[in-house]
């Protein structure tokens, strides 16, 4: 059974980068892709990347392209976010969320607590 | 990527059953068979009920089924529960190793 644990709730002013950590225990860490999904207050999921951590290369939702970048550290367990450029409508809860092997395609069955992102002056 | 739509409400009464659509276009829902639902209750983290278009995940109920057909995936629940009422989100591949959510569901149990 994967678990993942995220870092702490952040508060930024706009412009400023965020940077989110995840850290699995449980399962083999880098034979699945990690996902990072926000949800804004009261709004519905939105897909902002991925990793599949023994391959390497990231891959992002097209609106975030040139803002996030995604990147695992197999022998430390842990998958970082990173989102720049900071606005107002980046207020959200970000998840990290493991799926079910390397396909993202496949569902995701684990999903860390969430880590709530403001932005605000 | 565009998020595929799905009507922001839906309902029913306890026992009976519901439909939630979901489309898409070509390059996400009609060309994949990697259409997964989740549900989440208020304040939780989202919960996988279907996966690959019709699997359920061990440990789900027979209550969830879904479906696909062309563009369009369907998650069907039987036999109403106080306990369904949630909001349920679709999700597909959508190529170039990216996924796409639907908008979501809000389900009422009359």
């Known amino acids: 059974q994967v678990q993942l644990v995220q870092s702490g709730a952040e508060v930024n002013k706009p412009g400023s980068s965020v940077k989110v950590s995840c850290k699995a225990s449980?399962?083999?860490?880098?034979?699945?892709?990690i996902n990072w999904v926000r949800q804004a207050p009261g709004q519905g999921l939105e897909w902002v990347g991925g990793?599949?951590?023994?391959?390497?290369?990231?891959n992002y939702g097209q609106k975030f392209q040139g803002r996030v970048t995604i990147t695992a550290d197999i022998f430390a367990k842990t998958a970082y976010m990173e989102l720049s450029s900071l606005t107002s409508e980046d207020t959200a809860l970000y998840s990290c969320?493991?799926?079910?092997?390397?396909?993202?395609?496949?569902?995701?069955?684990?999903w860390g607590q969430g880590t709530l992102v403001t932005v605000s002056s | 990527q565009s998020a595929l739509t799905q009507p922001p409400s839906a309902s029913g009464s306890p026992g009976q059953s519901v439909t939630i659509s979901c489309t898409g276009t070509?390059?996400?829902?009609?060309?994949?068979?990697?259409v997964s639902w989740y549900q989440q209750h208020p304040g939780k983290a989202p919960k996988l009920i279907i996966y690959?278009?019709?699997k359920r995940p061990s440990g789900v109920s027979d209550r969830f089924s879904g479906s696909k057909s062309g563009n369009t995936a369907s998650l069907a629940v039987s036999g109403l529960q106080a306990d369904d009422e949630a909001d349920y989100y679709c999700s597909s591949y959508a190529g170039s190793n990216t996924l796409t959510f639907g908008g979501g569901t809000k389900l009422t149990v009359l």
């Open positions: 690959e278009v019709t």
């Open positions: 070509s390059t996400d829902v009609g060309g994949y068979d990697f």
């Open positions: 990793i599949v951590p023994i391959f390497g290369s990231p």
């Open positions: 449980g399962g083999t860490f880098g034979n699945y892709a």
């Open positions: 969320a493991g799926g079910q092997g390397y396909h993202y395609g496949s569902g995701i069955p684990y």
